[in-house]
């Protein structure tokens, strides 16, 4: 018998876990604007619930430009001013700061790794305890919890799903050979 996540049965009625759950956690990702957007999300999502982030998410999504990294990067004072005073997304100084800046260590990323996938890619296999330490030196406002979260949410790491969920096997066929 399959049943789905802990995390989604304890939150039966929570159509927006579901929906993330069943069609994006987990699941490799390889643009880059939408590798950003998760990590931007969970920049946004420390010290909140995930379900703040979720029923927020389309917001976070029109105020950041679709998440286009070269258009973050160029973000400036008036950009900032927009963003705290749209009461749609998360209205946090330091966060926004890090959604510019973090857009900004990208780009430069792009031009070593060609993309953030890229990057990503190329220092796949690290335990959590160096991705963290890797991210920390890289990009800002990436703590411990933040960084498990994205590498989990986006595949690079194993836990999104139990192997009874019957999202584990659709997650599973989708990553590449070498992330299994």
Known sequence: MT???????????????R????????????????????????????????ITILKKADNFHRAYSGFD???????????VARLLSDAGIIRNKLKVNAAIENAQRIVVLRGEFGSFQGWLD??????????????????VFTGGEIVREFLVSTGY???AHDRGCPIY?????LRPAWMR
């Not at 990294?69 to 950009?79: E, H, Q």
């Not at 190329?122 to 990009?139: G, I, N, P, Q, Y």
């Not at 096997?169 to 066929?173: D, E, G, L, P």
């Open 19 to 50: 929906i993330y759950h069943d069609t994006q956690y987990g699941f490799p990702l390889k643009d880059d604007n939408a590798l950003f957007e998760r990590l931007m999300l969970e920049v946004n999502q420390a010290g909140l619930s995930w």
């Open 169 to 173: 096997q659709k997650v599973a066929a």
């Open 69 to 79: 990294i070269d258009k973050i990067a160029s973000y400036g004072k008036r950009d």
């Open 157 to 159: 790491l194993a836990g």
């Open 3 to 17: 049943s789905y996540c802990d995390y989604v049965n304890s939150h039966p009625e929570d159509e927006y876990n």
């Open 122 to 139: 190329a220092h796949h296999a690290l335990s959590l305890e160096d991705w963290v330490k890797l991210f920390r030196k890289t990009f």
